[in-house]
């Protein structure tokens, strides 16, 4: 029985395969194909997107060999930077990013919202939270291209 089937290719649609694909004529392993079968796949073929490309390639069911689900890499944490928080919509940006309860936060007087806001960002260290507030910093490229423009000037 052919390891992926009209069947049973719905399974490995979203996931990160490793494919082997055979030749045309007699099944033999030609070459190894690893990515993420996209939702566009159906049962004639899986459509793979491969790390660092920008297309996708197409694999027929009939010259898949073997296909297997490889675990997916842990992705690394980023924190988020957010524009600075308007009082009005502070209450709202503690429940749903610093995960403080709603009955707790319906009691708050709005200038002890800020002061908390500002405390706790200030006590985990900005980032340390999932999010900063303000301006992404530079990178190395920018600051190097910001002191050149200002050393023209």
Do not use: C, W
Not at 113 to 134: D, F, V
């Amino acid at each position: 029985m052919p390891p992926i089937s009209a069947e049973n290719y719905d399974k490995y649609i979203g996931q990160r395969v490793e494919i082997v694909v055979g030749d045309a004529d007699n099944q033999e392993p030609d070459e190894n194909v690893t990515g993420t079968v996209l939702p566009s796949s159906n049962k004639l073929a899986l459509a793979i997107k491969m790390p660092g490309r920008a297309g996708f390639e197409i694999v027929r069911l009939d010259q898949i060999v073997d296909i297997e689900i490889v675990d997916q890499p842990e992705k690394s944490l980023k924190t988020k930077y957010l524009k600075p928080v308007p009082p009005h919509l502070l209450r709202q940006h503690l429940f749903e990013a610093h995960g403080i309860l709603r009955a707790d936060l319906e009691r708050m007087e709005l200038e002890h919202l800020i002061s908390y806001h500002k405390e706790t960002h200030e006590e985990h260290g900005n980032g340390q939270l999932g999010h900063a507030h303000g301006d992404k910093p530079s990178t190395k490229r920018e600051k190097a291209i910001a002191e050149a423009e200002e050393s023209k000037a």
